[in-house]
């Protein structure tokens, strides 16, 4: 009986193969290690881009064997808190002082299983289009963030919600889909921590 592409051995039998199962592992192994500053350190050998006093928290990569962990780029004393899913099919981006509370989603790509044959997949072709969270903003925990999506410079995403467009810099999103609920007043250079 000749095994499924989708079964391990039919995995590992061809060289995609293989190299889907190795960062399969890699993503696994990066997830377990017990403390941020490792996690860091194993995400930059795999390709990430980490800027100083940066946090990854245990964290799912989905997506690892596009393009290893090249696609993650995150600035400086940015924070991914637990449970988080990060989709690596595109690149995701978070800038310097971005903070992501723990459950969010981040997806860089939509498909319905196009290539498997499932019937929707000439309704809804398969699509991929970059993540970048701004210089300072915040997603508040369990919201998920859709591909092709930016959100701007020190806004805030409310716990739960969906974001499906682009955010404003300097404002505050939520619902589902998430919508504008008021702008924050920008202090003055020196009145904003750094």
Same mark, same amino acid.
């Given at each position: 009986m000749k095994p499924s592409s989708y079964s391990w051995l039919g995995q590992w039998s061809?060289?995609?193969?293989?190299?889907?199962?190795?960062?399969l592992l890699a993503e696994k192994w990066t997830r377990a290690l017990p403390y941020p500053?490792?996690?860091?350190?194993?995400?930059?050998?795999?390709?990430?881009?980490?800027g100083r006093s940066s946090f990854v928290h245990e964290t799912v990569?989905?997506?690892?064997?596009?393009?290893g962990f090249k696609n993650l780029v995150l600035g400086d004393r940015a924070t991914v808190q637990t449970q988080v899913l990060i989709d690596l099919a595109d690149r995701v981006t978070l800038e310097d002082d971005v903070t992501v509370s &723990? %459950?969010?989603?981040?997806?860089?790509h939509e498909d319905c299983g196009a290539k498997m044959g499932k019937p929707l997949g000439e309704y809804f072709p398969p699509r991929k289009a970059p993540v970048t969270l701004k210089r300072g903003c915040w997603?508040?925990?369990r919201a998920?963030?859709?591909?092709?999506?930016?959100?701007?410079?020190?806004?805030?995403?409310? &716990? %739960?919600s969906l974001v499906n467009q682009d955010v404003p810099a300097w404002t505050v999103v939520g619902g589902v889909p998430a919508r504008m609920i008021r702008t924050i007043e920008k202090k003055t250079a020196m009145e904003v921590p750094r």
């Open positions: 061809t060289a995609k193969g293989r190299t889907w199962l190795y960062w500053n490792w996690r860091c350190f194993f995400l930059r050998l795999g390709g990430a881009v980490i990569f989905h997506n690892p064997q596009v393009n &723990a %459950g969010v989603s981040i997806f860089t997603i508040g925990a998920t963030i859709l591909c092709g999506v930016t959100v701007g410079e020190c806004a805030v995403v409310g &716990a %739960g």
